[in-house]
């Protein structure tokens, strides 16, 4: 059984920092693309940054020089490092992986981690 772990989330004043960490585990032959997304009270979900399994990555134009996603291939681990952060920033934010496994090639999500930023 594939799991996506969460971890980090928390309160943080506005201008502060915290890292996000999603560890996958289980019968997993190749993690392809991975990301986060948020959502936040009444509002949609939205992807905020995307990885590849080669490194190539996108973000959300309102996390753009603040955000910095990663990944530890090795450990099967993908990091968000959040900068600067603001009151908007609030969500629970989800990591979701693209990866492989005997069976199949499918999507997993996490449970979720909340992060708040106070003004």
């Known amino acids: 059984q594939v799991q996506l772990v969460e971890s980090g989330g928390g309160l943080v004043q506005a201008g502060g920092s915290l890292r996000l960490s999603c560890h996958a585990s289980g019968s997993i032959f190749s993690l392809n693309a991975m990301g986060w997304y948020r959502q936040a009270p009444g509002k949609q979900r939205e992807l905020v940054a995307s990885i590849t399994s080669g490194g190539t990555i996108n973000y959300a134009d309102s996390v753009k020089g603040r955000f910095i996603i990663s990944r530890d291939n090795a450990n099967n681990t993908m990091y968000l490092q959040m900068n600067s952060l603001k009151p908007e920033d609030t969500a629970v934010y989800y990591c979701?992986?693209?990866?492989?496994?005997?069976?199949?090639?499918?999507?997993?999500w996490g449970q979720g981690t909340q992060v708040t930023v106070s003004s």
């Open positions: 979701k992986a693209n990866l492989i496994t005997q069976r199949a090639l499918l999507d997993y």
